[in-house]
């Protein structure tokens, strides 16, 4: 017997339904994942623009006032 046949054993839930609750999950997770990855980007990209806005009118103020 596979740790997976007593897992389920255990839940008493046919070993296909853990599987699919398993499966489910994992989906469920990698998704989740997916989306703190594109949220963490797009934060990424939006503070390297400001940053990057700040610089260019820092710079901009420096040859107005030389």
Do not use: C
Not at 14 to 40: C, F, N, R, V, Y
């Amino acid at each position: 017997m596979s740790d997976h046949d007593d897992t389920a054993a255990f839940l008493g839930m046919p070993d296909d339904e853990l599987s699919i609750l398993l499966t489910k999950a994992g989906d469920d997770l990698q998704t989740a994942l997916d989306h703190a990855i594109d949220t963490t980007e797009g934060y990424r990209q939006i503070i390297s623009d400001v940053a990057s806005d700040a610089i260019s009118n820092s710079h901009s103020h420096q040859d107005n006032a030389g």
